[in-house]
């Protein structure tokens, strides 16, 4: 059996995923679950976009053990030199170099020959040998790269002694036959590649990110890059947990496997969209909430009758329990925090009460508290963000004959309370209006959408919205047995998100990563 390495990259290409900008914080918290999951390599950022990219490649180095710690460079000194300082205290280091090879790239954006690519890489490769003694390289964009010409960069590569080399099909353009003939021709002629790995880096803008990831296994590729949920740039990149779980499902076809934790899948997902505020789609592959949901009769018999009729994966595979069901209004506070431990969440003794008192509230309202339930509470109580706004209060007065007022109460970082109204087109638009006026913050909202936590109509619901002020995106998730409340909520979450992304603009991070 082989062992295919997984190099994660959702601190560095799933965080240029449009309105995602994760903190130093969740990054370190992102990065510690992904070494529970096992990953082999964890990139955790562009250390020379700006101070606060390079202090978070370093808290990320700093609190990892037992997996690769990965910054990205481009080819050019100033970077390596970044990337040295912030991967200083990992504990196996390693850099990823970068430069364009194809002929868009090379006409368009660098402006350089053929030859003046190779000097170039050459020359930083050399330069990163002095510090590093892990390097990847990738000539980005190689999928459109002329077949000759790649193999002639991956050869200058190998001789210059990097340990990995990596073949982005940055647009993802590829079709499965395409990508993994590159791997086979690449390891057929190119001299001494028996000495390095090589890697496969998919982008999913035609929907073919995984099965080109698989295709460049099947051809040679010993590590494969990519993102928890496959977010990424534009359509995102090869989703981790699909490729995890098509060669644990498939072993028989593709004689391979990794070392990941599989049981961890599930929550490693979950973190990640709680953190970057993007919700998982109901039927995504492997960790949608519909993956292992079955809902025409004809299935549910089959299942009921003989499991593997319908189902290739169980749930629990991926770390999904049986019962759903848990507690009520009568259930303890120790049972409570038992159930959190079990679910993965040993919280500290004020977190812990914040969170039993809203579930507390919830078991009020609601009869059954589900799993589900809880997870959906204490997430969103888990936020890194300094609370700059606190909801305390809203009204709502609606009629389907009148104009709707909201109210809303708002206590400020300062202690403050700001009490305002306002009338909108809607019960939402009067409350996103009344804590506008509150906030005094003038924003956009660019998307919002609702789902229910559970079934039944006492149902959690949870709200997620995107915010834009002046260029930078922010998202917002609130949740409550009230669809207006998890309205409310999820703004105000949404901006103070977006006042802890102005501080860090402010103290010099760039709002998106700039790759030229
Ligand atoms: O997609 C891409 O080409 C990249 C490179 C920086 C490896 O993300
Ligand atoms: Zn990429």
């Known amino acids: 059996m082989r062992k295919i390495y997984l190099f994660d990259t959702t601190l560095r290409d799933g965080e240029q995923s449009p309105g995602v900008n994760l903190n130093t914080q969740e ?11 096992a990953m082999d390599r964890i990139e955790a950022g562009f250390p020379a976009a700006s101070p606060g990219d390079l202090a978070a490649v370093d808290a990320v180095a700093r609190a990892v053990k037992n997996a690769t710690i990965v910054g990205l460079a481009r080819s050019r000194e100033q970077d390596i030199d970044a990337a040295r300082e912030a991967l200083k205290n990992a504990q196996d280091p390693c850099l990823h170099l ?21 000097e170039t890489a050459e020359a930083a490769i050399r330069y990163a040998k002095k510090y590093f003694s892990k390097i990847e390289f990738s000539p980005e964009d190689g999928g459109r790269t002329e077949l000759d010409f790649l193999c002639q960069v991956v050869e200058m590569a190998v001789k210059n002694g990097v340990s990995v080399v990596n073949i982005p099909d940055t647009v993802g353009y590829l ?38 990831a698989l295709a460049a296994i099947l051809n040679g590729a010993d590590q494969v890059e990519g993102t928890i949920n496959g ?55 492997i960790v949608g909430a519909n993956a292992f949901a079955h809902e025409s009769g004809i299935h549910q ?36 925090r ?25 078991a009020d309202k609601k009869k059954e508290v589900s799993e589900e339930d809880i997870l959906a509470l204490i997430e969103e109580k888990l936020t890194s963000v300094t609370e700059a706004f606190v909801l305390e209060e809203i009204q709502v007065s609606y009629g389907n004959h009148s104009v709707p007022v909201a109210a809303v109460r708002i206590r400020t970082e300062e202690g403050d309370v700001v009490v305002e109204t306002a009338s909108g ?16 913050e003038e924003v956009q909202l660019t998307d919002y959408s609702i789902k229910a936590v559970t079934d039944g109509k006492d149902a959690l619901g949870e709200v997620h919205v995107v915010l834009v002020q002046n260029g930078i995106s922010v998202q917002g998730r609130g949740v409550s047995t009230d669809i207006l409340e998890a309205s409310a909520r999820a703004y ?25």
Do not use: W
């Open 27 to 37: 990054k370190v918290e992102i990065a510690l679950q992904l070494e529970k999951l």
């Open 338 to 362: 038992e159930k959190l431990i079990d679910l993965g969440y040993d919280l500290g003794e004020e977190q812990l009460n914040i969170a039993f008192a809203k579930f507390k509230e919830l």
């Open 98 to 118: 970068f430069l364009a090879t194809s002929p868009i790239h090379r006409k368009h954006k660098l402006r350089m020959e053929k030859e003046q690519v190779l």
């Open 425 to 440: 087109n809607g019960s939402v638009d009067s409350i996103y209006k009344a804590i506008d006026k509150a906030t005094r």
């Open 175 to 212: 079709t499965p036959y395409e990508y993994g003939n590159i791997f086979k021709t690449v390891k057929e002629t190119v001299p001494g590649i028996e000495k390095i790995q090589l890697s496969a880096h998919c982008h999913d803008d035609l929907g073919m990110a995984t099965a080109n």
């Open 231 to 285: 977010i990424g740039e534009r359509a995102g990149n090869t989703a981790l947990e699909e490729v995890a779980m098509a060669l644990a499902t498939r072993q028989d076809f593709y004689q391979a496997n990794t070392g990941l934790v599989l049981t961890e899948i599930a929550r490693t997902s979950r973190l990640v969209s709680r953190l970057t505020g993007m919700p998982v789609p109901g039927n995504k592959a």
């Open 492 to 516: 105000v979450d949404a901006i103070n998100r977006l006042l802890d992304r102005r501080k860090t603009v402010g103290e010099g991070r760039t709002d998106k990563i700039q790759l030229i």
């Open 301 to 336: 018999d089959g299942v009921l009758k003989e499991k593997t009729t319908y189902e290739i994966i169980s749930p629990q595979t991926i770390g999904l329990k049986d019962s759903k069901l848990v507690m009520g209004k009568h259930s303890g506070r120790h049972a409570f």
